[in-house]
């Protein structure tokens, strides 16, 4: 008998699960998933599956607002993976106020995503899914994004007010790291000492990639 091997790691799946009536960013055509092959019939399950790259659980890349930004196929697989420090957020503007609990840390860079705790996810699958959830400020944005990070993330729609105009702040933050939107669970991480994975599918060109998210916690 092979050994086996015992962990005591805590893995968290932090991915909402991707279905044809599944939430979707106002205007975005929900995804279409076709069962083209059963066992029963052919021997073996096969589906047509048709989305668009900023459904569900997702990452933007800054090819999503700059027409000459790199996309996700272009950057290094270590970007997608590192450090993770949550923030929990309870005012509807994240600002440097909000952000002083771990200015500091994110600062110095020792840390390499920083996760918004919002607790917004409670709202899927309802419409007030859709609005009223937190946004950095400007302010907030600009100093994130000098800090180095590899990436920030969110338990709601979007960076930006849904229907902003022009995505200020998604503008701002892929300057310089990646976004990932549609986070779920991030209320069981602990504030810190976690690995934050987010491996997106690898799609040429990519402007964005849904992504099945994972924190591992000792």
Request: charged residues 20%; hydrophobic residues 40%.
């Amino acid at each position: 008998m092979p050994p086996t091997l015992e962990f005591s790691m805590q893995l968290f799946d932090l991915s909402h699960t991707i279905t044809t009536g599944m939430p979707v960013y106002p205007g975005t055509p929900p995804p279409r998933i076709q069962q083209t092959s059963v066992v029963d019939a052919d021997g073996f399950a096969e589906k047509r599956i048709c989305l668009h790259t900023h459904v569900g659980t997702h990452i933007d890349a800054p090819a999503h607002v700059f027409s000459d930004g790199a996309g996700l196929d272009t950057m290094s697989i270590d970007r997608f993976i590192g450090t993770g420090r949550c923030l929990t957020v309870t005012t509807p503007l994240i600002d440097e106020q909000a952000l002083a609990p771990v200015a500091g840390i994110v600062a110095r860079q020792e840390v390499d995503f920083l996760l918004f705790v919002t607790g917004w996810s409670r709202y899927w699958g309802s419409r007030r899914y859709f609005s009223g959830y937190p946004v950095l400020s400007e302010e907030t944005a600009r100093f994130l994004q000098d800090c180095n990070l590899k990436g920030v993330g969110f338990d709601c729609l979007s960076a930006d007010r849904q229907g902003s105009v022009g995505l200020p702040i998604h503008k701002i933050l892929l300057q310089r790291m990646i976004i990932v939107e549609n986070l779920c669970s991030l209320e069981r991480l602990p504030p810190e000492g976690f690995l934050f994975s987010c491996l997106p599918l690898k799609l040429d060109d990519a402007d964005g990639a849904p992504v099945r998210a994972a924190a591992l916690c000792s």
